[in-house]
């Protein structure tokens, strides 16, 4: 069968290759792909900065937003042939740490976690793959190839969580809500921000485009420039950037008692404004919260899945914005103007 692989740490090595059928014991169900997301994570393994091709082992098989149709449900009672799944990503430490342990694998303490398509298992880019039966969520047949955004979505359901969580430490009915970013990440964070009542407002950079109608259509307010400049004092804010300068002013602008929820992975860059003890000393004195929020454990999964489910499919369907053929998979790797979420389709759902 054809798979796009890459051999991680080497630039310039990801191919449309031929591959051996996937084998019983990667998991009991095999299933057909029809599509994979594309992200900015294999987007760098593939430029050779990130990646680990599974032990033994030269080469990965890339992609890790996966939706496929089961084949073969095996022995298992709970898939049926003809349902559509995505298969969780990432897969518990072997000691385990105590987080692992008790399913919190989003929360490993060792880092000794594996990922399938980035770190030591073979993703989901392949015509054919399995999966443990435990690994498959299914999801909502009405979905269809909408089903692709469940893996972006668990990351914004398990953000949303952690602020919760860490709000609740006090009087905790939060009204308002910025989010940072307007990717697949800030939009769906913004969804499902609206889902829960507030009062939503997304920062981006564009001006035009698609994005600032994305924002409005779902009930909420869009800005473009600075995060200082939105006019309010948000009582959440998720940072989708990863950007130093949008970090600082979002633990600036935050509300007394807010929290700012980080989910963007960014590195270097300089920053204009307060030093680092005077942005702190604010924190300090309006008890303001930063938490970092990366990945999903199966709950954050099963939440995701109500969120798209509760969606309109017709807005979600505007954040698929390109369908490329496995064959043309580097095209799906190349940022165009106003991509939001770029699929590599194997099949028709
Ligand atoms: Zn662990």
């Given at each position: 069968?054809?798979?796009?692989?890459?051999?991680?740490?080497?630039?310039?090595?990801?191919?449309?290759?031929?591959?051996?059928?996937?084998?019983?014991?990667?998991?009991?169900?095999?299933?057909?792909?029809i599509a994979?997301g594309?992200?900015?994570?294999?987007?760098?393994?593939?430029?050779?900065?990130?990646?680990?091709?599974?032990?033994?082992?030269?080469?990965?098989?890339?992609?890790?937003e996966s939706l496929g149709r089961?084949?073969?449900?095996?022995?298992?009672?709970?898939?049926?042939?003809g349902d559509l799944v995505v298969?969780?990503?990432?897969?518990?430490?072997?000691?385990?740490?105590?987080?692992?342990?008790?399913?919190?694998?989003?929360?490993?303490?060792?880092?000794?976690?594996?990922?399938?398509?980035?770190?030591?298992?073979?993703?989901?880019?392949?015509?054919?793959?399995?999966?443990?039966?435990?690994?498959?969520m299914k999801v909502d047949r009405t979905l269809g190839l909408l089903g692709v955004l469940l893996e972006p979505t668990t990351?914004?359901?398990?953000?949303?969580?952690?602020?919760?969580?860490?709000?609740?430490?006090?009087?905790?009915?939060?009204?308002?809500?910025?989010?940072?970013?307007?990717?697949?990440?800030?939009?769906l964070?913004?969804m499902?921000?609206?889902?829960?009542?507030?009062?939503?407002?997304?920062?981006?950079?564009?001006?035009?485009?698609?994005?600032?109608?994305?924002?409005?259509?779902?009930?909420?307010?869009?800005?473009?420039?600075?995060?200082?400049?939105?006019?309010?004092?948000?009582?959440?804010?998720?940072?989708?950037?990863?950007?130093?300068?949008?970090?600082?002013?979002?633990?600036?602008?935050?509300?007394?008692?807010?929290?700012?929820?980080?989910?963007?992975?960014?590195?270097?860059?300089?920053?204009?404004?307060?030093?680092?003890?005077?942005?702190?000393?604010?924190?300090?004195?309006?008890?303001?919260?930063?938490?970092?929020?990366?990945?999903?454990?199966?709950?954050?999964w099963f939440?995701a899945g109500q969120a798209l489910g509760r969606a309109d499919r017709s807005w979600l369907g505007r954040l698929v914005?390109?369908?490329?053929?496995?064959?043309?998979?580097?095209?799906?790797?190349?940022?165009?103007?106003?991509?939001?979420k770029?699929v590599?389709q194997?099949?028709e759902v």
């Open positions: 069968m054809k798979a796009i692989t890459v051999e991680p740490k080497i630039p310039g090595t990801a191919m449309f290759a031929d591959v051996p059928e996937p084998v019983p014991g990667g998991g009991s169900v095999l299933v057909e792909a994979v594309v992200c900015g994570t294999d987007i760098e393994i593939v430029e050779g900065k990130y990646g680990w091709a599974p032990p033994g082992k030269r080469s990965l098989v890339l992609g890790h089961v084949i073969d449900p095996g022995p298992s009672g709970g898939l049926q042939k298969g969780i990503v990432r897969r518990p430490d072997p000691v385990p740490c105590p987080n692992c342990a008790v399913g919190e694998w989003d929360m490993c303490r060792n880092g000794q976690y594996t990922e399938r398509g980035i770190k030591q298992i073979d993703g989901f880019m392949s015509e054919r793959w399995r999966i443990e039966p435990e690994y498959a990351v914004v359901a398990k953000a949303w969580e952690q602020v919760d969580l860490v709000g609740r430490r006090a009087f905790w009915e939060p009204r308002t809500a910025l989010v940072t970013g307007a990717g697949p990440i800030g939009l964070a913004a499902v921000g609206r889902q829960r009542g507030l009062d939503v407002h997304v920062l981006s950079r564009e001006t035009s485009g698609s994005k600032p109608d994305l924002v409005r259509d779902l009930g909420a307010t869009y800005h473009s420039g600075s995060v200082k400049d939105v006019g309010f004092e948000p009582d959440v804010i998720i940072e989708c950037t990863g950007v130093g300068q949008v970090i600082s002013d979002s633990v600036q602008v935050i509300g007394a008692g807010g929290v700012v929820c980080l989910t963007g992975v960014g590195s270097g860059g300089r920053l204009v404004g307060p030093s680092t003890a005077d942005v702190a000393a604010e924190m300090v004195l309006q008890n303001n919260i930063i938490v970092g929020s990366v990945n999903a454990n199966k709950r954050h939440k914005t390109r369908r490329e053929r496995p064959e043309d998979f580097a095209r799906a790797l190349q940022r165009e103007n106003d991509d939001i770029v590599v194997f099949a």
